[in-house]
T-cell receptor, first 113, second 112 residues
Framework: NAGVTQTPKFQVLKTGQSMTLQCAQD?????MSWYRQDPGMGLRLIHY???????DQGEVPNGYNVSRSTTEDFPLRLLSAAPSQTSVYFC????????????FGDGTRLSIL | GDSVTQMEGPVTLSEEAFLTINCTYT??????LFWYVQYPGEGLQLLLK?????DKGSNKGFEATYRKETTSFHLEKGSVQVSDSAVYFC???????????FGTGTRLKVLA
């Protein structure tokens, strides 16, 4: 019962490099989200998806792209890494409905030098 | 817009002490309310939830009551253990919306 799987767990990049953070869920959840967690700021929504082929921007979308070609996968792409994107990134998924809890992955710790 | 405010930490307690972590919210209508817990190096896990006024969510000895009149959802536990050391997040989801709104988190340290 894998739940939400994120890879890699740790990554160090140089400024200007690009990379993709992977997220996969095996619970057939319609909704998936990407958050970043920074000290003293809680979780901030980057992008989200309400189903395959449908994505939308969250609170802090600049510098990130997403796509949702399947129900299971929701990769997050950093186009040109900047030091301000140093953070811990969490992927989450849930069923449709206003009282449905979110299921989180264990996070990707990303450092941009 | 909707928002969640929770007490700043860290909160440091001795084992078996009583715990309260305050959470208040601003939202239109009747949101669903949640408490999540994050242990070191892990993602957030649902601790408890309440979906309507006066509901009490409970799990692992933790409780929180949805208070519409005071727009609050305070987390309580009667006797904390060292294993409860973690960061606790209060969150809401408004009716008819997709997005969760999280508080900034409260770190709890329990000393033996």
């Amino acid at each position: 019962n894998a739940g939400v799987t994120q890879t890699p767990k740790f990554q160090v990049l140089k400024t200007g490099q690009s990379m993709t953070l992977q997220c996969a869920q095996d619970m057939n959840h319609e909704y998936m989200s990407w958050y970043r967690q920074d000290p003293g700021m809680g979780l901030r929504l980057i992008h989200y998806s309400v189903g395959a082929g449908i994505t939308d921007q969250g609170e802090v979308p600049n510098g990130y792209n997403v796509s949702r070609s399947t129900t299971e996968d929701f990769p997050l792409r950093l186009l040109s890494a900047a030091p301000s994107q140093t953070s811990v990134y969490f992927c989450a998924s849930r069923f449709r409905g206003s009282n449905q809890p979110q299921h989180f992955g264990d996070g990707t710790r990303l450092s941009i030098l | 817009g909707d928002s969640v405010t929770q007490m700043e930490g860290p909160v440091t307690l001795s084992e078996e002490a009583f715990l309260t972590i305050n959470c208040t919210y601003t939202a239109t209508g009747y949101p669903s309310l949640f408490w999540y817990v994050q242990y070191p190096g892990e993602g957030l896990q649902l601790l408890l939830k309440a979906t309507k006024a006066d509901d009490k969510g409970s799990n692992k000895g933790f409780e929180a009551t949805y208070r519409k009149e005071t727009t609050s959802f305070h987390l309580e536990k009667g006797s904390v253990q060292v294993s409860d050391s973690a960061v606790y997040f209060c969150a809401l989801m408004g009716r008819g919306t997709y997005k969760y709104i999280f508080g900034t988190g409260t770190r709890l340290k329990v000393l033996a």
